[in-house]
Nanobody, 124 residues
Framework: QVHLIESGGGLVQAGGSLRLSCAAS????????MGWFRQTPGKERELVAA??????????YVGDSVKGRFTISGDNAKHMVYLEMNSLKPEDTALYYC???????????????WGQGTQVTVSS
């Protein structure tokens, strides 16, 4: 069982920045895929960004709605993933979930494990 702990959420004004961090524990060996999803009440969970590793090669995906503003990075050996969020908008307000493992390909990510989520609120 892999446990994920997110941190870094909070309240920020529009145009501001936040950095989310996620630490995974319980995985034997290096991680191969981690990512961030977000969800607002009444809507489906949305893939925000994902990163996968194969040896020294890393491939990442960032959703169209946040492209140019959000950046995903991580360290698979340390089982860490980060989401740098800049130029935040009120519509970015959501519960952000860290995810790990599973299957990642192109713009599709189906993880094995989920964190509890960290709230991001952007005020106008």
């Amino acid at each position: 069982q892999v446990h994920l702990i997110e941190s870094g959420g909070g309240l920020v004004q529009a145009g501001g920045s936040l950095r989310l961090s996620c630490a995974a524990s319980g995985r034997t060996g290096s991680a191969w895929a981690m990512g961030w999803f977000r969800q607002t009440p009444g809507k489906e969970r949305e893939l925000v960004a994902a990163i996968s590793w194969s040896g020294n090669y890393a491939d990442s995906y960032v959703g169209d709605s946040v492209k140019g503003r959000f950046t995903i990075s991580g360290d698979n050996a340390k089982h860490m993933v980060y989401l740098e969020m800049n130029s935040l908008k009120p519509e970015d307000t959501a519960l952000y979930y860290c995810a790990e493992g599973g299957t990642y390909y192109d713009d599709s990510y189906v993880p094995d494990f989920w964190g509890q989520g960290t709230q991001v609120t952007v005020s106008s």
